[in-house]
T-cell receptor, first 113, second 113 residues
Framework: GDSVTQMEGPVTLSEEAFLTINCTYT??????LFWYVQYPGEGLQLLLK?????DKGSNKGFEATYRKETTSFHLEKGSVQVSDSAVYFC????????????FGKGTSLLVTP | GAVVSQHPSWVICKSGTSVKIECRSLDFQATTMFWYRQFPKQSLMLMATSNEGSKATYEQGVEKDKFLINHASLTLSTLTVTSAHPEDSSFYIC?????????FGPGTRLTVT
């Protein structure tokens, strides 16, 4: 079935460092892809999304490009801030499932001053 | 953006008892809500799709008689864990759609002693 694999954390970076969190997917067809972020004590929030191959989603300095050839949707940010410390989830929307999502295990990011 | 709430945020119950978790869409109506379960350091696993006015659709392997879902109105879905056991201890998260986007509640931590 459809699934998402993302790099395991925790990831610890210094402020202003470059961030990459890898995400690959397995799916029939071309699912929509998402990155969600969960700040401590809060619910998941949509960070960015891409609905077709070569689409680039971007928000708050984060970017991810839908790569069909490598079935990947890696999350990147050029300069992280302490406030980016959170858990990041890669997800895909399953075909013919309404809006249900399949999630990766999540990657915890800690940014230190 | 749209807000989804859950109540309670955490609950402790004794083995064999039942516990009800509420999921509400606060400023929008949702004909479909989703219930997920998250184990520590694991991804969110979809348990069921809750449909207003009709029966819920359960994922394979989820016991419908154990996890009772009622979606009685356009703003409220409830998940009742019946005859809870320690292995039901987990983090339960609901979500609701508004348009093309899914909004998540903050989750409910259930501990069964």
């Amino acid at each position: 079935g459809d699934s998402v694999t993302q790099m395991e954390g925790p990831v610890t970076l210094s402020e202003e460092a470059f961030l990459t969190i890898n995400c690959t997917y397995t799916a029939t067809g071309y699912p929509s892809l998402f990155w969600y972020v969960q700040y401590p004590g809060e619910g998941l929030q949509l960070l960015l999304k891409a609905t077709k191959a070569d689409d680039k989603g971007s928000n708050k300095g984060f970017e991810a490009t839908y790569r069909k050839e490598t079935t990947s949707f890696h999350l990147e940010k050029g300069s992280v801030q302490v406030s980016d410390s959170a858990v990041y989830f890669c997800a895909l929307r399953r075909r013919n499932s309404g809006y249900a999502l399949n999630f990766g295990k999540g990657t915890s990011l800690l940014v230190t001053p | 953006g749209a807000v989804v709430s859950q109540h309670p945020s955490w609950v402790i119950c004794k083995s064999g008892t039942s516990v009800k978790i509420e999921c509400r869409s606060l400023d929008f109506q949702a004909t479909t809500m989703f219930w997920y379960r998250q184990f520590p350091k694991q991804s969110l696993m979809l348990m069921a799709t809750s449909n207003e006015g009709s029966k819920a659709t359960y994922e394979q392997g989820v016991e419908k008689d154990k996890f009772l879902i009622n979606h009685a109105s356009l703003t409220l879905s409830t998940l009742t864990v019946t005859s809870a056991h320690p292995e039901d201890s987990s983090f339960y998260i609901c979500s609701a759609n508004q348009g093309d986007e899914q909004y998540f509640g903050p989750g409910t931590r259930l501990t069964v002693t």
